[in-house]
């Protein structure tokens, strides 16, 4: 069975940095898709980043572009989000989902997801 787990969350103030991991377990992942999302209250998920886990090819909200970069280490089996110059407006629930069939930017497409972790960025 497949499980994704999310961390590196918490409080930071605006301008800092966080970095999320999200160690995936229970298949092997060299065809598979991982994919970042957000969901802030009230408003739909939100795709943020995606990467393959064989050649590491990714692609980006344009929201995100240039602050935020997705990257994996294949021996841990984890794929990171690292967040540099993090607004107030990047608060949020941050996740980590993937799937075996297509390198998505809609949450649909995405079979499984992590828990969820907490981000929130003070004035």
């Known amino acids: 069975q497949v499980q994704l787990v999310e961390s590196g969350g918490g409080l930071v103030q605006a301008g800092g940095s966080l970095r999320l991991s999200c160690t995936a377990s229970?298949?092997?992942?060299?065809?598979?898709?991982m994919g970042w999302f957000r969901q802030a209250p009230g408003k739909e998920r939100e795709f943020l980043a995606a990467?393959?886990?064989?050649?590491?090819?990714?692609r980006y909200a344009d929201s995100v572009k240039g602050r935020f970069t997705i990257s994996r280490d294949n021996a841990k089996n984890t794929v990171y989000l690292q967040m540099n110059s993090l607004k107030p407006e990047d608060t949020a629930v941050y996740f980590c989902?993937?799937?075996?069939?297509?390198?998505?930017?809609?949450?649909?497409?995405?079979?499984?997801w992590g828990q969820g972790t907490q981000v929130t960025v003070s004035p």
């Open positions: 989902a993937t799937n075996s069939r297509i390198f998505s930017i809609y949450p649909t497409e995405y079979d499984y």
């Open positions: 229970g298949r092997r992942f060299t065809s598979y898709f």
């Open positions: 990467i393959t886990w064989s050649n590491g090819n990714t």
